[in-house]
Nanobody, 117 residues
């Protein structure tokens, strides 16, 4: 089992910044990529960004140039720096890590990000 614990959400005005953190614990050797998804009310959960242990990064088009994902492998933590936030970025943000075997998906409990206009 892998446990993912997010922190750093909150309320911010449009144009502001927030930094999310996700700490992984447990069977760390069973995961490689870690990332962030988000789910707004009434919408499907969508990919925001992912990063592998080796540093390969994928971003959703709607966050390119505004969000930055990074990772500290020494402490098994992934970060999402969110700048130039927009009201449409309002959502619950979830940390995610698929198992290397492809048989499990691990999710954090989610952290609320609210951007006011």
């Amino acid at each position: 089992q892998v446990q993912l614990v997010e922190s750093g959400g909150g309320l911010v005005q449009a144009g502001g910044s927030l930094r999310l953190s996700c700490a992984a614990s447990g069977l760390i050797f069973s995961i490689n990529a870690m990332g962030w998804y988000r789910q707004a009310p009434g919408k499907q959960r969508e990919l925001v960004a992912t990063i592998t242990k080796g540093g390969s990064i994928t971003y959703a088009e709607f966050v390119k140039g505004r969000f930055t994902i990074s990772r500290d492998n020494a402490i098994n933590t992934v970060y999402l720096q969110m700048n130039s936030l927009k009201p449409e970025d309002t959502a619950v943000y979830y940390c995610h890590a698929p198992s290397i075997s492809g048989t499990r998906d691990y999710w954090g409990q989610g952290t609320q990000v609210t951007v006011s206009s």
